[in-house]
């Protein structure tokens, strides 16, 4: 995956107010950390940074360009996206350099088309890879064409690009192939799902709220000030 330069600037600011003033002015709240160096908070262009991960998927390599003189290769570690806006909320940005190992989670998508009424069980959507920093591939395939009831697709399974390896065990389990049920079998599980569903809406759930990106950016700040 080729990088894509971008520019940043230091921040200053911390904490909740000091990110959401550094969203309104529109830029992304980043940390660059890794090899061991005190962790660097800088603000990205948005839409810049946007258009990259559109572009390139999770794994895009950056070439970060810091107003301070910095430079630095990065990948991102964690991306946190506000559900609603769909926007970028912070970003953890993991230092590498060319030549170096990295162990990482990469996209796995299924090609072809299975056996006529079959269903695809979907287990794992990632599979973690050892690559170079520089060669990180944006999605790995695994062929599923003809695939009859009961066959699995296994880590194994997958198709590796050169110098890339398997950081699992092979035989993880990325997707097996049932028998899609008979309308039979579907009304027959009716009276089921609707006594199922008739007790979730008589009774209560509690709902536990995860926390915000404002709030993972001040405990990040407090690390890297112990």
Do not use: C, W
Not at 56 to 64: E, K, M, R, T
Not at 99 to 106: N, R, S, Y
Not at 108 to 121: H, K, P
């Amino acid at each position: 995956m080729s990088e894509v330069k971008i520019s940043a600037e230091p921040r200053t600011e911390f904490g909740k107010g000091g990110a959401r003033r550094t969203r309104r002015a529109g830029k992304v709240p980043a940390v660059l950390y890794g090899h061991g160096e005190k962790p660097k908070h800088i603000a990205l262009p948005a839409l810049e940074f946007a258009a990259a991960i559109r572009k390139g998927g999770a794994n895009q390599l950056f070439a970060i360009d810091v107003s301070d003189g910095t430079q630095a290769l990065a990948l991102p570690k964690a991306i946190q996206r506000d559900p609603i806006k769909d926007t970028f909320e912070h970003v953890d940005l993991l230092l590498v350099r060319r030549g170096e190992k990295v162990t990482i989670e990469v996209p796995v998508q299924l090609t072809g088309d299975a056996a006529r009424n079959t269903l695809i069980v979907h287990d794992h959507d990632a599979l973690a890879v050892t690559a170079d920093a520089t060669r990180v591939p944006d999605h790995l395939e695994a062929s599923i064409e003809g695939a009859e009831p009961g066959a699995q697709i296994t880590a194994a399974d997958v198709e590796l690009p050169v110098g890339v390896e398997l950081a699992v065990d092979p035989q993880l389990m990325i997707a097996s192939v049932t028998a899609a049920p008979t309308a039979e079998q579907l009304e027959a599980t009716m009276p089921e799902v609707e006594q199922a569903t008739e007790e979730a809406e008589a009774g209560t759930s509690e709902i536990t709220e995860a926390p915000a990106a404002d709030d993972v950016e001040a405990a990040t700040e407090a690390r890297s000030e112990a």
